[in-house]
């Protein structure tokens, strides 16, 4: 690592992603996205509000995917049972997560007659989990490295000090908000270190985080271009710690510093830094802070669940896993098709948008007994999607793992008991899921 910081572009801090989507829509209420179709899951609201669980259980009991003619994103096949999702998951060059077709989300690429129209320019982030093979093997394996059964072991005495000493932090009898002090503290400090980046400014990493996740922002030009402003700042940040480690004498063993010694990604377009960035900042922020919360509030809501996670601490790595299936922090990624082919029985063609809904295969009664319950003891709970399936699986899902058992672990050897007590907010989107606020106070057991 240098010794000398070299100095870093300002960067703002405000207004978070959140607020600026609820301003424009309290001021615009006739531009609130239109949904006619009643299996339209793209509607952001249904999340907010915790109901996608009947709409989702409909589609699955009527078939394995459903086309969907008219969204505010266009036509899409929503794919909701599970084997179907792993299906389409095995051919990754039939079904193509390339930038070049639209990446990942189900949002929209922008034809050439509409950036004409809009009189704007055309706006790629290519990451790797946005490329078919063989860029995606590349690149990808430059950073597995850090993620690898020895490089958790590595971690984690760091990651159990840091997590028991913000637990010892917390208030005590009064009511403060979990996601703030807890889930967001802990991925944004792993992040941080994963990184190399400067402590005092780790918060940054949350703000851009969830500017690049929201995929409504998109529909909505001038945040849209809030959005872009935002990313760019981000990009000349970590251009600035890339400048500074590559004049290092010894090579790093953080991530920038493996981009820079890596055959695959030391010569990345400025576009391409950009998107790895946003797909290793949303990966390793979005996924485990929501399964952080999402452990809380399932515990709270299942009082037999607690219990039996405080009489048997040796169900906490099966717990996790039951948490990961019952949360599913990302609700889709979405596939592009290539060719005409025919899935389940239905034609699907080429160039159609094929959008693999995670959070309804997590509730597939058909690989799930009583899926909507929350069972620790759950024998297959293993069998979740929530990291994806096939090439694509999360490059980062053992470290999400560790995270999740050691706050559990380190809960349970303080005996913490945590109350939901006040307001629970949701995230309004249909890509990212899990909670904005949840509102808690301590006891013990």
Known sequence: MATAAASRPECRTSPTAYAALKQHFDEHPEQRLHHPHKWDVSRSDIYADNTWQPIFREMREAGPLHYIPESPFGPYWAVVQHKAIQHIEALPELFSSSWEYGGITILNRLSEE????????????????????????????????????????????????????????????????????????????????????????????????????????????????????????????????????????????????????????????????????????????????????????????????????????????NAVQEILRMQTPLAHMRRTCTEDTEVFGQQIKQGDKVVLWYLSANRDEQVFDNPDKLDIERENARRHIAFGYGIHRCVGARLAELQLRVLLEEMHKRRLRVHVKGEIERVRANFVHGFRKLEVELSEF
């Not at 967001?184 to 990184?195: K, N, R, S």
């Open 114 to 317: 509409e950036i004409a129209q809009s009189g704007g320019e055309r706006r790629e982030l290519p990451m790797f989990i946005a490329m078919d093979r063989p860029e995606h093997t590349g690149q990808r394996r430059t950073v597995a490295p850090k993620f690898t059964p020895s490089g958790m072991a590595e971690m984690e005495g760091d990651i159990r000090a840091r997590t028991g000493e913000l637990l010892d932090s917390l208030p005590r009898g009064e009511v403060f908000d979990w996601v703030d002090k807890v889930s967001i503290e802990l991925t944004t400090g792993m992040l941080a270190i994963l990184f190399g980046f400067p402590w005092e400014d780790r918060r940054l990493l949350t703000l851009w985080s969830d500017w690049a996740g929201d995929t409504e922002l998109a529909t909505v030009r001038g945040l849209d271009e809030m959005r872009w402003g935002f990313l760019h700042e981000m990009a000349a940040y970590f251009q600035s710690l890339w400048m500074e480690r590559a004049q290092d004498k010894e090579p790093g063993d953080d991530l920038i510093s493996m981009m820079i010694h890596s055959e695959a990604m030391s010569q990345m377009r400025p576009e391409e830094f950009m998107g790895n960035l946003v797909l290793l900042i949303v990966g390793g922020n979005d996924t485990t802070r929501n399964s952080m919360s999402g452990i809380i509030y399932q515990l709270d809501k299942n009082p037999d669940q607690r219990e039996l996670f405080e009489r048997q601490p040796d169900l906490i790595p």
